[in-house]
C-alpha cells in the first residue's frame, strides 16, 4: 500500500501537470488583443473600469450592470486589472488563464477528496482543463465571470465536503461565502445546490436509502442522512441562489424582449437539439464558433423528436444503471441541471442557439460520468493500467492539440470573426463585428461591404443599420449615412447614439436646424450625454446663438470636466462675447489636459499678449506659447507667426516683432489669405513705430 508521502507527491505531480498543460493550451493568449465581442462595454471602453479601483468604483460595480448581467465581483476583478495591466490585453488575458487553472487544480483535488481515486479524478481535471469547447470561456476575456465564479463553485464543493466530513459553523459559513461569491461573479452557479444533492448521492453516498451495504468499502466515509434532512441543510444555499437569480433577472436587457422573443416552443425545440449538439461537441470537438445562429426557418421538429429520444434514452438508463453505476446518474444530472438556466427557454440571447462558453461547468458531469463508468467497465481488462494510461495519454494530447488550435482564432477580431463565418452560416453578428474590425483597420469599403451582408440576413437589425451609417459617414456619403441612421432609429427610436450620430451627419451637410432637433432628443433621452450636449453646443453656435452654446458647453463640463474640446470652445465664445478672462481661464485648462493643443496655445498667446486690460497681459508666458506653437506647426503657420510677433511686442522686442510679422506676411501672401496680409501690413507699422498690439480681435 502506498505511504501518504507517496499519495500526496502524486497529487501534487498531477497539480503541476495540470498548470502546464493549461500554460501549454492557453499561454499564447498573453499575446492577444481584447475583442470587440462585449470586451469593449466590459473593459476598454468602459470609463468606470478602466481607470481601475477606487471607492466609488466597488459602489459602481454593485449597482450597475454589465452587459446585461449583474456580476459585482467580475466586474471589481476587471477594475484591478486596469489598476495593474492598464489596457494592455495580455495581462488581462493571463489572469483568465490563471484562474482557470486554478479551478482545474481545485477541481482535481476535490474530486479526489471524494472519491479516493487519484487517476480518474487527474484525467476529469485534464478533459476540463484542456478541452476545446474551454477556449471561449478563457480566451475571451469578458467571459472572466466564467472562470473567475468556476473558481469560487470548485472552492465552495470543497468547503462543503470538508463540513460533511467535520461539521461545524465555521465550515458552514465558509460555504456560504464561497458561493456568495461565486454568485456576485455569474448567477449561472445558482444551480449549485443542486448539484450538492447529486454529490450527496455519488460519490459522498450520503442518502441513507440509496446508501451502499455496509460490506462495501466506500460506506461510511461519509455520515449519512435522509434526504429531508439533506434539503433542508441547503435551505440557505437555494435562498441565494434564488436571490442572485430575482437580480439577474430584474437586470434591464438579460431577458430578450418581447419583440425579438422565439415563440415558447420553439425555445423548447432548440434546447432539446443544443444539449444534444452540446453532448456531440463534448466528444467531437469541431467547426467550434461565436456564435452559433438560430437556423434561419427554425429547427426541424423530427431534430428536436431524436434529440428528446436520445435524452430521455440516456436519462433512462442511467436511472436504471443508478445501482450499478450511480456515476452515470451523477455525471449526467449534473451536465442536463447545470445548463437549464442557459438552455435557452429562457432567451437571454438573441438570435443564438447556444454557446460554447456555456459549457465550462456543465460538461464536467459528463467527464466524470464517462471516466468512472469506463474504468469500472474496464476492471477486468488484461494490461488494464497500460491501456487506459495510453488511452488517457492519447485523449489529452488530442484536447491539447485541438484546443491550441481554437484558442488560436481569438487573437484579434479579424482571426475571430473569419473562423466565425468559416463554420457558421447566416451569422449577422460575425458579420457585423467583422466589419467594425475592418473599419477600425481603415478597411472601410470592406467594412461597408461585411455590413450590407449582415442586413441581408437580419435587415430589422438597429445596430447593424448604425454601424453602416457610421462607415458611410467616413466615406463622405452622408446622404447614405442619414439613411442608414433613420432605419436605425425606425427599429429603435429610443437610442440616444443614433440620434447624436443622425444630427451629426445632419449638421454636416448643413441641415443645422434638423441636426439641433437630434442633438436635442439625444439629450432628452440620455440627459448626461456629454458628446450630443458638445454637438448641440456647436450646432446652436453654428446658428449665432452664443449664450446656448455656452450653456451647453458648461452642461458638457458638469458631465466630464476633461473634456478638452468643450474647454476650448467655451473659451472661444468667451473670447468672442469679450469676456477675455474666462477665455483666458478655459484656454489653461485645455493645456492643462493637453500642453500639445497648438490652438489653445496660440489663442493664450495672443490674449496674453493683446489684452488691453494690463493684469490679463504675460509677455515671457506668451512668447513661451507661442514659440512652442510655431515649433509644433513647423514655422510655416502665418496665423500663429503672428501672435509670436505680437507676444515680442509685448516684451518690447519690436524688432523681433517685425520681422517675426513679415515672415507671416509672406506666409499669408503664398497662401492667398488677403484679410490676414493686410492685417499684417498694419502690425508691422506699429511694430517699427514701437508700439504693442492692443486689438485682441483678429
Known amino acids: 500500500m502506498r505511504s501518504a508521502a507517496i499519495r500526496k507527491t502524486e497529487a501534487g505531480a498531477v497539480c503541476v501537470f495540470l498548470v502546464l498543460v493549461i500554460l501549454a493550451v492557453f499561454g499564447q493568449t498573453t499575446h492577444f488583443d481584447f475583442v470587440n465581442y462585449d470586451d469593449d462595454k ?40 486596469c489598476q495593474l495591466f492598464g489596457l494592455h490585453a495580455g495581462g488581462h488575458h493571463l489572469v483568465n488563464v490563471l484562474l482557470h487553472a486554478a479551478t482545474a487544480v481545485l477541481l482535481f483535488l476535490v474530486l479526489r477528496q471524494m472519491t479516493g481515486s487519484l487517476w480518474r479524478s487527474a484525467f476529469v481535471a485534464a478533459v476540463f482543463a484542456v478541452h476545446p469547447l474551454r477556449a471561449e470561456s478563457v480566451a475571451w476575456v469578458s467571459e472572466r465571470k466564467d472562470v473567475l465564479s468556476a473558481f469560487f463553485f470548485m472552492l465552495t464543493i470543497g468547503a462543503y465536503v470538508r463540513n460533511v466530513r467535520q461539521p461545524s459553523w465555521i465550515g458552514r459559513c465558509a460555504v456560504l461565502l464561497f458561493f456568495t461569491l461565486g454568485l456576485m461573479s455569474k448567477s449561472m452557479v445558482a444551480t449549485l445546490p443542486f448539484v450538492l444533492l ?139 441541471g447545470m445548463l437549464f438556466p442557459v438552455i435557452g427557454i429562457i432567451q437571454i440571447l438573441h ?34 493500467r497500460a491501456v487506459l494510461g495510453g488511452l ?164 458638457v463640463l458638469e458631465i466630464n470636466p476633461n473634456h478638452e474640446n468643450a474647454h476650448y470652445n467655451l473659451g472661444t465664445v468667451l473670447f468672442v462675447k469679450g469676456d477675455l478672462r474666462g477665455a483666458i481661464t478655459q484656454y489653461q485648462i485645455v493645456l492643462e489636459i493637453n500642453p500639445g493643443h497648438v490652438n489653445a496655445q496660440n489663442n493664450l498667446a495672443w490674449l496674453l499678449s493683446t489684452a488691453p486690460d494690463a493684469s490679463l497681459r504675460n509677455g515671457a508666458k506668451a512668447i513661451a506659447l507661442a514659440e512652442n506653437a510655431s515649433r509644433l506647426s513647423a514655422n510655416g503657420n502665418p496665423l500663429i507667426l503672428q501672435t509670436l510677433a505680437a507676444a515680442y511686442a509685448e516684451k518690447g522686442s519690436y524688432a523681433l516683432a517685425a520681422v517675426t510679422a513679415r515672415h507671416a506676411l509672406e506666409l499669408a501672401v503664398t497662401q492667398k489669405n488677403d484679410a490676414l496680409a493686410a492685417t499684417l501690413q498694419k502690425e508691422i507699422k506699429l511694430y517699427e513705430a514701437n508700439t504693442p498690439e492692443r486689438d485682441v480681435t483678429r
Open 392 to 555: 488517457m495519454a492519447a485523449v489529452i494530447v488530442t484536447l491539447m492539440v485541438c484546443a491550441h488550435i481554437q484558442t488560436s482564432y481569438w487573437k484579434n477580431d479579424e482571426t475571430l470573426w473569419t473562423r466565425a463565418l468559416d463554420c457558421t452560416s447566416g451569422n449577422s453578428v460575425a458579420r457585423n463585428n467583422l466589419g467594425l474590425a475592418l473599419a477600425k483597420n481603415g478597411d472601410v469599403e470592406g467594412a461597408i461591404a461585411q455590413f450590407r451582408q449582415a442586413l441581408e440576413i437580419h435587415p430589422d437589425d438597429a445596430e447593424i443599420h448604425y454601424n453602416l451609417g457610421v462607415a458611410l459617414s467616413v466615406k463622405g456619403d452622408l446622404d447614405g449615412a442619414i439613411a442608414q441612421y433613420q432605419k436605425a432609429l425606425d427599429y429603435a427610436p429610443d437610442n440616444a447614439e443614433f440620434h447624436n450620430n443622425l444630427g451629426t451627419a445632419l449638421f454636416a451637410k448643413g441641415s443645422v436646424e434638423e441636426a439641433i432637433a437630434q442633438f436635442q432628443e439625444s439629450t432628452r433621452l440620455q440627459p448626461r450625454y456629454a458628446d450630443a450636449h458638445y454637438n448641440l453646443g456647436n450646432a446652436v453656435l453654428k446658428l449665432g446663438k452664443l449664450d446656448e452654446a455656452i450653456a451647453q458647453y458648461k452642461q
Open 198 to 336: 447529486l454529490l450527496d448521492y455519488w460519490p459522498l453516498k450520503r442518502i441513507s436509502y440509496f446508501r451502499p451495504s455496509p460490506h462495501n468499502g466506500e460506506a461510511g466515509r461519509f455520515p449519512a442522512s435522509d434526504l429531508k434532512h439533506l434539503l433542508i441543510e441547503k435551505f440557505p444555499l437555494f435562498v441565494l441562489a434564488a436571490g442572485a437569480c430575482a437580480a439577474t433577472a430584474l437586470m434591464p436587457g438579460l431577458v430578450i424582449a418581447d419583440a425579438h422573443r422565439l415563440p415558447l416552443f420553439e425555445r423548447i425545440v432548440n434546447a432539446l437539439v443544443a444539449y444534444v449538439v452540446y453532448l456531440c461537441q463534448m466528444f467531437f470537438p469541431t467547426g467550434l464558433a461565436i456564435p452559433y445562429p438560430n437556423a434561419p426557418t427554425g429547427v426541424p421538429v423530427w431534430k428536436a423528436g431524436f434529440a428528446f429520444v436520445v435524452l430521455a434514452a440516456i436519462s433512462a438508463g442511467v436511472v436504471a444503471w443508478r445501482k450499478k453505476n450511480p456515476c452515470l446518474l451523477t455525471g449526467w444530472f449534473w451536465y442536463l
Open 351 to 384: 438570435n443564438v442557439a447556444h454557446a460554447d462558453h456555456y459549457t465550462y461547468l456543465p460538461e464536467i458531469g459528463l467527464a466524470i460520468a464517462v471516466t468512472w463508468a469506463v474504468a469500472d467497465w474496464s476492471a477486468g481488462w488484461k494490461h488494464r
Open 42 to 81: 466590459n473593459v476598454y471602453e468602459n470609463p468606470v473600469v478602466e481607470k481601475g479601483l477606487s471607492v466609488s468604483a466597488v459602489g459602481w460595480a454593485f449597482t450597475h450592470a454589465q452587459v446585461a448581467n449583474w456580476i459585482p465581483l467580475t466586474t471589481l476583478s476587471h477594475m484591478l486589472d
